[in-house]
């Protein structure tokens, strides 16, 4: 079904006017887990947004809260889902405030802290306490490196907007096609299943190869090949209705950018080629940053999942 999604999440904290299905939730989370574990290049946080903002409401029903208090409730669901799938409950906050709410509520903020906080300590009790990408050692080498990185932001933002036009492009190709649904999503397994058999890595939601662009370990050839593949494969598992979210495949998108930009400074003489994974990472912020319009919380995400802080900009 069309309901449930992210967007029916942002609604029902923005607004209260939404219910949002725990059995649709349910279902849809189902069908995403079989989609990714079978090999779709989906990203695996929708799900789980989706599940923590019905949680929150459900739990709101159930104690008879307020509209007030219970949209309050989404949203930290929301932010609890979005720090389970990433470890991040910083970013986890920032998502809820710049992305789903649009600004800074003091009502929400400790209600989002709390949840955050307690979803990240789960997931790090069960999936280790370090980040999903990974520690590494990248730092500026100096300040003039800065217009690197600007450099960086423009070239990741055009390539952002050819994924995201992509998207849009292959949602109304599938909406033309005569069958139904179902022979749609069929079809757009079969069309990311062609590229995933040439291309096994554009498999999945990308957390592999990301970690192996950050540590530098793929040549540039074949960077290119998997941000192209990555595209078209998420294009066809995306537009054609198959359930999951886009946000991991962005950040690869951004990642792959940003190896390749490196790679040309490195080839210049002007980077030293162990640079090239932290400029991965900001390309994968920077990618967030151009989808989202959030860059508090892009930045949060860069340093998040890779533990960054040296990346970050200096005090001036």
Do not use: C
């Not at 490196?145 to 292959?170: K, N």
């Amino acid at each position: 079904t069309r309901s449930g999604g992210v967007g029916d999440v942002m609604e029902a904290v923005v607004l209260g006017r939404v219910t949002l299905s725990m059995r649709s939730t349910l279902l849809k989370s189902t069908a995403s887990w079989l989609a990714i574990a079978s090999g779709g290049s989906l990203g695996r946080e929708g799900p789980l947004i989706q599940f923590g903002g019905a949680a929150g409401q459900s739990l709101g029903g159930a104690l008879r809260l307020p509209l007030s208090q219970t949209r309050i409730l989404i949203a930290a669901g929301t932010a609890a889902g979005f720090a389970a799938a990433y470890n991040t409950p910083f970013a986890a906050v920032l998502f809820v405030l710049e992305v789903v709410i649009g600004v800074v509520v003091l009502e929400a903020f400790w209600p989002l802290l709390i949840a955050t906080v307690l979803a990240t300590s789960i997931t790090r009790a069960v999936a280790g306490p370090g980040p999903i990408y990974g520690e590494h050692s990248f730092a500026m080498t100096s300040r003039w490196e800065l217009l690197a990185f600007a450099g960086l932001g423009l070239v990741v933002a055009l390539g952002a907007q050819v994924f995201m036009r992509l998207l849009r492009w292959g949602e109304h190709a599938f909406k033309r096609l005569p069958w139904g649904k179902r022979f749609r999503v069929a079809i757009g397994g079969l069309l990311a299943g062609s590229v995933i058999a040439f291309l096994p890595e554009v498999a999945g939601n990308g957390y592999e190869p990301l970690n192996r662009l950050i540590g530098g370990q793929f040549s540039v050839g074949f960077v290119v090949l998997l941000l192209g593949g990555k595209m078209l494969a998420t294009t066809s598992s995306v537009s054609s209705g198959s359930p999951g979210g886009v946000f991991t495949p962005t950040l690869l998108v951004g990642g792959s950018i940003g190896f390749v930009f490196a790679a040309g400074l490195v080839h210049a003489g002007w980077l030293p080629a162990s640079a090239i994974g932290g400029y991965a990472l900001v390309g994968m912020a920077a990618a967030t940053a151009a989808t989202t319009h959030a860059p508090l919380l892009a930045a949060g995400v860069g340093v998040g999942v890779s533990g960054e802080y040296p990346v970050a900009p200096p005090p001036l």
